[in-house]
């Protein structure tokens, strides 16, 4: 029987649960555990709300709620653009956002922004953070909005706007003529107006650090505003003082236009808290068309938080670790907890050694619940594993029981495939990623592969841009049940340890791995135990133990989760759409090219909803989805057994395979489809060339002049004809046509595949795409302004970049000309991945660019090149960079002629740098401990790595004086007492080195003290 106290404590919500892993999950967490123990700490700069953490006079959870009503303001109901999308974060210059509160508000926010967590979600989310840690009720927070990729529409409702203008612009939003009153109150309940951004609304009086409030209680989420306005007592800046006479009165003009009816029907608190919770969230909803927003968010009564498996042991066991989040009342009413885990055939059920017993560890609590985390430490034979488990609450008064299992679906655990965090490691500074992942043998053989989501800042906005890069994982040693893959990566952005790590094998993910506590240095896989292929083994099982074990027995029988296996089956009709079949993908094409959308939880309902619009979608891998109106020439119908891999949110479906797409179609598409054979990318409509496809800068175009065609009969040719002189022109949206003497600097090179829009004059043609420009050029064509060329021969423009830090951006041959261009830095590069060209006339090549090379904005690489003043080849320490589209050719010989007519080769190659630089490591070393023996003090090992990578920039410079110093000296090698020599002379490095030794030395007279 269970008792009132433990009732009381997880009883009452335990049918509300959503069932785990859920989408918001993250959201969840930074939602709730806002304080002490396992604290996301999303609130800390809003609570109290009189937290002036940004300044004096600003409150920020007031800037919080007026960010978000920035960013949903611009909103166009009527047209669907707009609304909370993040769009915010490029609109901060446009004179409507003034103030720096909104920047400083989507600085704070940025961290927390991930694949599982959108800035326009956290904007969002803001509002029920800033209005509860305010006092105020709790404002439901759905979450699934998109962020938008540039600025929107002007519109933010400003204060001398007339009464017509504020109803218009809230209509726009969708928001009725009393919604726009109730909203303006309850967004202004909080802070106030500033002296820096409103000047001229000052009164002489009752400014308080730069601010006047909008009512009373500044920090308190209450109908002040608008009892202090109907008593005529309010001192709100909005409503009278200097404003009046200069029309800026906004929150009068508003109140009053309708005779204060509204306002007089808010002035209960109760129902002002009711009226506010409702339009709050109606604004936090206004979304873009095809945003699917989840139901609201409430917090779990039992939640797996963190948890995590790691092969140990030489491979002979998982180490199973992370915690069981409880919901309690203040006073507690858990003593403990039991986990019972099933392996990874669905035995063990109700055996002891099954059994993991833990007891509190901490509490944390968010607005209004309270969070008891039990910790999880286990290890559990590889041999068997886990697939699931059950929880058991004990009561704290010694007898009750409660099981949770998930509403009858256990808490699931996957270990086919395991990321490795001790065997990973990053780099901060440069970006270097290493990514272990183990496979189980079983599973090994299709591979094993990685999704890094990484931070690069964007020079138009204060958040960083999330961006995505899949890599292959390279199969490594087998080591007992499992094998290691592991592959490196270069991340960039400069924020490598704020990225993210999904590893995958077939269709089972260990997704959403924080790099911020990984370490800096990859382990070694010790003792590894000898492969086993055979799965016949079954060793006896461990015992497991808890971080506190609780030997209570409980007095409830646990009932295991059940164990009948879910069979796929695959789906006849889905929604509109029917199945065609299992078809292969297209070779180096996709099937379906028109639009993808990748989900971890993916469904073949999902997909058909993202695909709406389109003759055919299909679902591939478990987890992606393809939508397109035709299919690739080269993709073949398949045996439907190929397409064998469950959907990852739905294990009763099948989501076609690897290089297998489950295919359905609409009902008046062809039973049998028909691959369209000639729709191709145009490659020449004369006198032009196809450049590539290329992607439209956030906030310009790409070529600046639009040219009017019939859009029904849109094709290449037509444009062509238009954009008749110019040097280049390019399609869009299959029947948009631009013209242009140059290319935009912010276009970026995109995938062929993205420029997916047949012509509306000529199937069988592209058009480019969304955003996509499919772009020709004429070579031949005079005049027109300094450009840099989007494509030089087989080489697309990356950008402007930085040179390296203390290194050369492309480490390989270099070389100089008074008659340099793009194409013939791209002909003396001919075999490189990348080349560059720099200072009007240096070329430089490699096959890496280095880490430390940062983007740059497209102006700062303005200097036209020596051999053609049509052209721009870098500036001073700029580099205009282009990468290869394809393979090198197999002779990666300059072509003849290239190095006559003054061209003169500055490096051949860059072998000898990299053996100087490897040869430093030892010599700093050796320097370091002479340093620490002249000044008394004991260099450890620890001590000298330290040492090293703090001056490891230094060494770079020292490296590149030693490249120089064998060059002038016609020398082939270098030695060691050249290397000694030069890193003494260092000024930079002895003063680095001098000052780490003698803290490191007060550090340890600090200690020896403290020790007497």
């Not at 016949?536 to 971080?547: N, Q, S, Y």
């Not at 302004?785 to 021969?793: D, F, G, L, R, S």
Request: net charge negative; charged share 20%.
């Amino acid at each position: 029987m269970r008792s009132p106290l433990l009732l009381l404590a997880v009883g009452a919500l335990a049918l509300a649960d959503p069932t785990w892993p859920a989408e918001t999950d993250e959201l969840e967490e930074i939602m709730y555990q806002l304080f002490s123990f396992g604290a996301r700490k999303f609130a800390d700069t809003i609570s109290p709300c009189s937290n002036e953490a940004s300044g004096p006079g600003r409150q920020n959870a007031a800037e919080w709620l007026r960010t978000a009503f920035h960013d949903a303001a611009t909103a166009n109901t009527y047209f669907g653009t707009g609304g909370v999308d993040g769009s915010l974060q490029y609109e901060l210059d446009n004179g409507e956002n003034t103030g720096p509160g909104h920047k400083t508000t989507l600085e704070f926010m940025a961290p927390f922004m991930s694949p599982r967590a959108s800035l326009s979600d956290l904007v969002a989310l803001g509002v029920y953070a800033s209005v509860r840690s305010c006092g105020g009720p709790v404002v439901p927070f759905r979450a699934g909005r998109r962020d938008a990729v540039g600025a929107g529409n002007p519109g933010v409702p400003q204060p001398q706007n007339s009464v017509f203008t504020f109803q218009q612009q809230f209509e726009r939003m969708g928001f009725s003529k009393e919604e726009m009153i109730q909203l303006t109150a309850c967004g202004h309940t909080i802070g106030g107006v500033h002296q820096t951004e409103f000047p001229d609304l000052m009164p002489s009086t009752g400014v308080r650090n730069g601010e006047v409030p909008s009512d009373s209680t500044v920090d308190k989420f209450d109908a002040n505003v608008v009892t202090e306005y109907l008593a005529g007592k309010t001192d709100n800046p909005l409503v009278g003082g200097p404003s009046v006479k200069l029309n800026k009165n906004s929150d009068f003009k508003v109140f009053n236009s309708d005779g204060n009816k509204t306002v007089r029907a808010m002035a209960d608190p109760e129902a002002f808290r009711a009226t506010c919770v409702k339009v709050l969230q109606k604004m936090t909803e206004v979304v873009p068309p095809g945003v699917t927003l989840s139901a609201p968010i409430t917090p779990y009564t039992v939640k797996p938080v963190g948890l995590q498996l790691t092969l140990a042991d030489g491979g002979s066991s998982l180490d199973w670790k992370g915690y069981i989040r409880v919901k309690t009342p203040v006073n507690g009413g858990v003593k403990g907890i039991s986990i019972i885990y099933k392996d990874r055939k669905g035995g063990c059920a109700g055996s002891s050694s099954c059994t993991v017993e833990s007891t509190i560890q901490g509490v944390g609590r968010g607005f209004d619940d309270n969070f008891a985390f039990f910790p999880i430490e286990a290890s559990i034979p590889a041999s068997r594993g886990i697939s699931s488990f059950v929880v058991t609450l004990h009561g704290a008064d010694g007898s009750s029981n409660t099981l949770y299992d998930n509403n009858g679906k256990g808490y699931p655990v996957q270990d086919d495939v395991v990321f490795q965090a001790p065997q990973s490691c990053v780099r901060s500074s440069s970006g270097a990623l290493t990514v272990v992942a183990a496979v189980r043998n079983d599973v090994a053989a299709g591979g094993a592969r990685a999704d890094v989501w990484y931070r690069e800042p964007q020079s138009n906005s204060p958040v960083p841009r999330l961006s995505r890069a899949q890599v292959t994982l390279e199969k490594g040693r087998c080591v007992g049940h499992y094998t290691l893959f592991a592959t490196d990566y270069a991340v960039q952005g400069g924020l490598a340890s704020q990225s993210h790590v999904d590893v995958s094998a077939g269709s089972s993910v260990d997704g959403f791995k924080s790099l911020a506590h990984v370490g800096g240095t990859c382990a070694e896989f010790d003792r590894a135990a000898p492969c086993v292929v055979a799965a016949a083994e079954k060793p006896a099982l461990k015992t497991l133990t808890g971080r506190a074990v609780n030997t209570t027995t409980s007095t409830t029988a646990v009932v295991p989760p059940p164990t009948t296996p879910v069979v796929a089956q695959h789906r006849s009709a889905v929604g509109g759409y029917r199945l065609v079949s299992c078809w292969t993908e297209g070779n180096k094409t996709r099937a379906l090219d028109a639009a993808i959308f990748i989900n971890d939880t993916m469904t073949l309902d999902k997909c058909e909803a993202f695909c709406s619009k389109y003759n055919y979608w299909g679902t591939e891998y478990g987890r992606e989805c393809y939508c397109g109106n035709s299919l690739s020439s080269s993709s073949k119908t398949a045996p439907l057994s190929d397409c064998n891999m469950p959907c990852g949110g739905n294990s009763s479906e099948y989501c076609g395979a690897g290089d297998r797409i489950e295919l359905y179609s609409t009902t008046s598409a062809p039973a049998t489809p028909t691959p369209t054979a000639t729709l191709i990318h145009k490659p020449t409509v004369s006198p032009y060339t196809l450049v590539g496809c290329y992607a439209e800068p956030p906030s310009a175009k790409a070529l600046a002049q639009k040219t009017t065609i019939d859009s029904k009969t849109a094709t290449n040719d037509a444009c062509a004809a238009a954009c008749a002189g110019s040097r280049y022109f390019g399609t869009e949206y299959g029947g948009e046509c631009y013209c242009g003497s140059f290319v935009h600097g912010g276009a970026k090179a995109a995938p062929i595949t993205d420029c997916g829009f047949p012509c509306a004059g000529d199937r069988y043609q592209y058009c480019g795409g969304a955003d996509r420009l499919e772009l020709y050029e004429n070579a031949n064509a005079t005049g027109g302004t300094p450009q840099q060329p989007p494509a030089v021969a087989d080489f697309a423009l990356v950008g402007c970049r930085t040179e390296g830090n203390g290194t050369r951006a492309l480490a390989g041959r270099a070389a100089a000309a008074d008659d340099m261009t793009n194409v013939r830095c791209a002909g003396f590069c001919v075999g490189a991945a990348y080349f560059g060209t720099e200072y009007g006339r240096e070329c430089y090549c490699g096959d890496v660019l280095d880490p430390s090379s940062k983007e740059a904005p497209a102006q700062e690489c303005g200097m036209q090149c020596a051999g053609d003043g049509t052209q721009l080849c870098g500036a001073s320490n700029r580099l205009s960079l282009y990468k290869r589209r394809g393979p090198a050719p197999a002779t990666a010989e300059a072509p003849p002629g290239l190095q006559a007519r003054g061209l003169v080769v500055l490096r051949e190659n860059f072998n000898e740098f990299k053996r100087l630089k490897s040869a430093l490591w030892f010599a700093v070393g050796q320097i370091v401990d002479e340093e620490s023996m002249r000044r008394d003090l004991n260099a450890t090992p620890q001590f000298i790595g330290a040492l090293t990578e703090l001056v490891w920039t230094q060494i770079e410079n020292v490296a590149i004086d030693l490249e120089s110093f064998s060059h002038h000296a016609g020398r082939s090698t270098v030695t060691t007492a050249d290397v000694l020599l030069l890193a003494r002379k260092n000024p930079d490095l002895q003063s680095l080195m001098e000052s780490f030794v003698e803290s490191r030395k007060e550090a340890r007279k600090k200690d020896a003290a403290a020790e007497d």
